[in-house]
Nanobody, 129 residues
Framework: QVQLVESGGGLVQAGGSLRLSCAASGRSFSSYAMGWFRQAPGKERESVAA????????YYADSVKGRFTISRDNAKNTVYLQMNSLKPEDTAVYYC??????????????????????WGQGTQVTVSS
């Protein structure tokens, strides 16, 4: 069974930085693309970033482009989300997610909630103004 455990959330002032981590277990991490999503109160879960198996391809939502960086360490079975220049509108619960099948980033709906089969429990990020 695939397990995803996020960490690194917290309270930060606007303009600050946080780095989220997501530790994966239960299957060969290096064979699967990974994604980060977020959900603010009263809003739908939305895609933030995604990364291919070998980190050669990445995707970012327009709202975070230039401020957030997704990366992965296949030796540590971990995917990261470095968040800089944080804004109050970045406040949300952040989730990492993994697709059901291995393959390239473009072999599934990597920007869609429905493209992912496995989810972590989420980590709260709160940005104060």
């Amino acid at each position: 069974q695939v397990q995803l455990v996020e960490s690194g959330g917290g309270l930060v002032q606007a303009g600050g930085s946080l780095r989220l981590s997501c530790a994966a277990s239960g299957r060969s991490f290096s064979s699967y693309a990974m994604g980060w999503f977020r959900q603010a109160p009263g809003k739908e879960r939305e895609s933030v970033a995604a990364i291919s198996i070998n980190s050669g391809n990445t995707y970012y939502a327009d709202s975070v482009k230039g401020r957030f960086t997704i990366s992965r360490d296949n030796a540590k079975n971990t995917v990261y989300l470095q968040m800089n220049s944080l804004k109050p509108e970045d406040t949300a619960v952040y989730y990492c997610a993994a697709p059901k099948s291995s393959g390239s980033l473009y072999s599934f709906g990597y920007r869609s909630v429905s493209g992912y089969a496995y989810w972590g429990q989420g980590t709260q990020v709160t940005v104060s103004s």
